[in-house]
């Protein structure tokens, strides 16, 4: 399949997608960014700089978010509907909406995915503290809910490194070699009977109500290789070695702050969109975001070597997914994808 761009509606365009391009259960990740309901217009004025005042006069119009309550729900579901048919088996789904809407967003799509399919609902700091004077606290996130089609989905987890505090504050002991470690028990809740983990270890048995981490022929080699701390009481603790465990698990707060200059409104932070392309897809699968905007989804698509499907029905939107995809160097220009009009 060759890059595609399709300027359209994305219900006319969703459908060509699975009908005409015949790619059901073809598509591995979606990202979508849509609307948020929030009752305004979206602008860029005489510069190309981007606006977000719905009572502006001036400026031109690059999308306008005038569905709101239960009406854009339905907008949203009919989509969802097609995109989840597009999904492969092993797909994934992200949808970016704002704390007003989101939880409404969230009940649709349990019916759309099951609810044993919601992975997350990722918080998303999205801008630095807002000041201003407001019966409420200032609102520095939104929200990612994020979905999978089935039970073996990609998934390549996202690590991130871990600051030298981080290290220094959980690594606190240090060996004769000058290495930096911490302790961790080799047991937990649970007992196993008769099983490899429930047998004695150097003479002692698990504490009443556990079992051993792994077995004991996994314990006595760890112990061999000196990875065993005793304590003066006799009690047996894992080694775990700073140098060794440099990163941690993502976990589902994120700090990806968009930038002050976007070059379309509400574009989105494109560290965040890589990080999710990475996890949940792979080199040979196709990314799709039909609630394009700016391009950003296909811009890091690119980047990572995946195949893209854009969708967007605004010419403003069209116009920057083609420079913005000029401009990273990717395509030097928009014969080397397909791009249709519907
Ligand atoms: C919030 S913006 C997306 C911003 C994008 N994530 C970015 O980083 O630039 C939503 C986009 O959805 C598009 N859109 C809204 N309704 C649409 C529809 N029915 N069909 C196609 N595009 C639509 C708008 O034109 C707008 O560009």
Redesign the pocket.
Known sequence: MKNTLIKG???DSLVYIRDKMKLRESIDLVYI???FATGGEFKTDSNGRVATISSSSSGKI??SDKLTGSAFIEFLRERIQIIYDLLSPQGSFYLHIDYKIGHYVKCMLDEIFGIENFRNDITRIKCNPKNFSRIGYGNIKDMILFYTKGKKPIWHEPRIPMSEEEIAKLYTKVDKNGRRYTTVPIHAPGETKDGKSSQKFKGILPPPGRHWRCSVEELEQLDKDGLIEWSASGNPRKINYADEHLTKKLQDIWTFKDSPNPI?P???NHEMLQTIIKASSNEDSIVMD?????G?TLVEASRLGRKWIG????DI?IETIKKNLENNGFFANESMYKYIEI
């Open positions: 509606d994305n219900i960014d849509p609307p690059a999308y379309y509400t574009e989105k039909c609630f394009a905007g700016s950003g969708v967007d029905k605004s939107a």
